[in-house]
């Protein structure tokens, strides 16, 4: 049974920095794409980040390029990310998400996901 569990949300002030851990079990975590999505009430899912499987290649939405990082630590089985210089636009439920064997941007093509953890930046 695949489970993503994330954790390193919490309320932070404008401009300020939070780091997103998923640790995931019950899958081969180094075959897979890993990504980040994020939802703010009244909005759909959408994509925030991806990195491939080995790392080499990453993705970013236009809004978070920049302030942003993914990364994976494979002996861990753990995907971050970092978020820096954060924005009262930026709250919202963040959820990570295996893509498959390649990055893709779609929610509706992921077979996994986790349980969310809120980040709530205040202006």
């Known amino acids: 049974q695949v489970q993503l569990v994330e954790s390193g949300g919490g309320l932070v002030q404008a401009g300020g920095s939070l780091r997103l851990s998923c640790a995931a079990s019950g899958l081969t975590f180094s075959s897979y794409a890993m990504g980040w999505f994020r939802q703010a009430p009244g909005y759909e899912r959408a994509f925030v980040a991806a990195i491939s499987w080995n790392g080499g290649t990453t993705s970013y939405a236009d809004s978070v390029k920049g302030r942003f990082t993914i990364s994976r630590d494979n002996a861990k089985n753990t995907v971050y990310l970092q978020m820096n210089m954060l924005k009262p636009e930026d709250t919202a439920v963040y959820y990570c998400?295996?893509?498959?064997?390649?990055?893709?941007?779609?929610?509706?093509?992921?077979?996994?996901w986790g349980q969310g953890t809120q980040v709530t930046v205040s202006s």
């Open positions: 998400a295996v893509l498959g064997p390649k990055i893709q941007y779609s929610g509706s093509r992921v077979p996994y």
